[in-house]
Structures are given as structure tokens and as C-alpha cells.
């Protein structure tokens, strides 16, 4: 019974944790037309409509959600990415992080 009451408590522990993995970044104002060159530039999927626009990424060269820009004019954007990663700029936010040499 402690081992099953142990297991739930981990279970939900993680399950509540998941979502912190990804991080809110917050970057430069880009425009549309900037980041609908850049999305195109990392093979991604641009999406804009009347307030937002936004381009999303698989992080590996594709289109997908694993790496997200969402934007509203004059305001700075947003990136949603993955683990640790610190991205600077609109780019580094869509494509896969490159390795350092250690």
C-alpha cells in the first residue's frame, strides 16, 4: 500500500511539473514580415492573424510546436522553448540549440 501511495504521489508530482519544462523568453520586437523571412529560413510553420502572428517549429527544421514566437506589433515577442535553453534572438528561439565544445 505505501509503495502504490508512493508511486501516485511521484505520478502526479511529474504530471504537475511537466508543463514548467518549457520557459517563456522574452525578445526583440520583430515584425511580421521579419518573422515570417525567419520562420521560412528555419523550415517552420507562420501563422498571423489581426492581433498576433506567430511561427512555430519541430526545434529540428521543421514546422511544429516544440519551439514557438508569438508576436504582437509593437510589443516585444515571446518564445516558448523547451528545457534550459536561453535564446537570444528570434532565431535561436526556432532552430534546434547548437552544442558547445566542452
Known amino acids: 500500500m505505501r509503495k502504490s501511495t508512493a508511486l501516485l504521489v511521484l505520478i502526479g508530482t511529474l504530471a504537475v511539473s511537466g508543463p ?7 525578445l526583440q520586437k520583430t515584425s511580421a514580415a521579419e ?4 520562420c521560412a529560413k528555419v523550415g517552420g510553420s507562420f501563422s498571423q492573424g489581426p ?13 511544429g510546436t516544440a519551439c514557438v514566437v508569438t508576436c504582437e506589433a509593437d510589443r516585444r515577442c515571446i518564445a516558448q522553448v523547451m528545457g534550459g535553453r536561453r535564446p537570444h534572438n528570434v532565431l535561436q528561439a526556432l532552430q534546434k540549440p547548437t552544442r558547445h565544445r566542452r
Open 51 to 63: 492581433q498576433r502572428y506567430g511561427c512555430g517549429t519541430d526545434c529540428k527544421g521543421g514546422p
Open 35 to 38: 518573422l515570417k523571412q525567419t
Open 20 to 26: 514548467s519544462l518549457a520557459r517563456d523568453i522574452h
